[in-house]
T-cell receptor, first 113, second 115 residues
Framework: AQSVTQLDSQVPVFEEAPVELRCNYS??????LFWYVQYPNQGLQLLLK??????LVESINGFEAEFNKSQTSFHLRKPSVHISDTAEYFC???????????FGSGTRLSIRP | DAMVIQNPRYQVTQFGKPVTLSCSQT?????MYWYQQKSSQAPKLLFH???????NEADTPDNFQSRRPNTSFCFLDIRSPGLGDAAMYLC??????????????FGPGTRLLVL
C-alpha cells in the first residue's frame, strides 16, 4: 500500500532564505510523485510532479524537487523564498495500479520578513 | 478560463438538516472527485466519478451521497450533518484516473459550518 510522510508540520523561514520541505513515500511499484500548494482559503493547485525521466523537476516559480528512489524521497526546495510562498504544501503519491492519489499531512511554510 | 467552480464558498447549516454542495467544471474532464479537508489535515477522498461510474471510498459514511447529472456538474449531499462534518469540501477534476499520473484540478472549496 502507498503512503506519504511529511516529517515537518511547520517550517518557519526568513524571507530570501533557502527552504527544504521533506517528503518520503512508500510504494511497491513505480510511482508518480506530486507537490501541491494550498494558499489560505483556496483549493490545492499543482506545483510540480515527477512521472518519469529526469529526477529533478522544476516549477515556474522557482521550486524544484528531486526524486530519489534509493531514499524513497521527493523533497521540495527553493533557494530563496518570498512572502508570497506562504502556504501549505502537500506531497502526494500514486502509481500505475492506483485509482487515486494519497496525500501527506502537509507542511505549513511561514515566511518571516 | 477553464476552471472548477464551487458554490457556495461558505455554507452554514443546522445539525441534522440536509445540505447540498455543488461543483461545476468547464474543463470537460472525465473524472470528478470530492474531498473532505479538516483543519491542518490532508484532503480525504470521499468518492469519485469516472464519467457516470461512481466509486465510493470504503470509509466514507453513508451520510454522504453524490450525484453527477452530466459531465459538468457534481453534487455532494450530506443527509444529516453532524458537528463532525464541519470541514472544507474540495471538488477536483482530472482527465483520467490517478494511475496515469494525471494532475488534479481543484476548486476553491466550500467551507461547511454545522450549528
Amino acid at each position: 500500500a502507498q503512503s506519504v510522510t511529511q516529517l515537518d508540520s511547520q517550517v518557519p523561514v526568513f524571507e530570501e532564505a533557502p527552504v527544504e520541505l521533506r517528503c518520503n513515500y512508500s510504494s511497491s511499484v513505480s510511482v508518480y510523485l506530486f507537490w501541491y500548494v494550498q494558499y489560505p482559503n483556496q483549493g490545492l493547485q499543482l506545483l510540480l510532479k515527477y512521472l518519469s525521466g529526469s529526477t529533478l523537476v522544476e516549477s515556474i516559480n522557482g521550486f524544484e524537487a528531486e526524486f530519489n528512489k534509493s531514499q524513497t524521497s521527493f523533497h521540495l526546495r527553493k533557494p530563496s523564498v518570498h512572502i508570497s510562498d506562504t502556504a501549505e504544501y502537500f506531497c502526494a503519491v500514486s502509481d500505475s495500479s492506483a485509482s487515486k492519489i494519497i496525500f501527506g499531512s502537509g507542511t505549513r511554510l511561514s515566511i518571516r520578513p | 478560463d477553464a476552471m472548477v467552480i464551487q458554490n457556495p464558498r461558505y455554507q452554514v447549516t443546522q445539525f441534522g438538516k440536509p445540505v447540498t454542495l455543488s461543483c461545476s467544471q468547464t474543463l470537460n474532464h472525465n473524472v470528478m472527485y470530492w474531498y473532505q479537508q479538516k483543519s491542518s489535515q490532508a484532503p480525504k477522498l470521499l468518492f469519485h466519478y469516472y464519467d457516470k461510474d461512481f466509486n465510493n471510498e470504503a470509509d466514507t459514511p453513508d451520510n454522504f451521497q453524490s450525484r453527477r447529472p452530466n459531465t459538468s456538474f457534481c453534487f455532494l449531499d450530506i443527509r444529516s450533518p453532524g458537528l463532525g462534518d464541519a470541514a472544507m469540501y474540495l471538488c477536483a477534476t482530472s482527465t483520467a484516473l490517478a494511475g496515469r499520473g494525471e494532475t488534479q484540478y481543484f476548486g476553491p472549496g466550500t467551507r461547511l459550518l454545522v450549528l
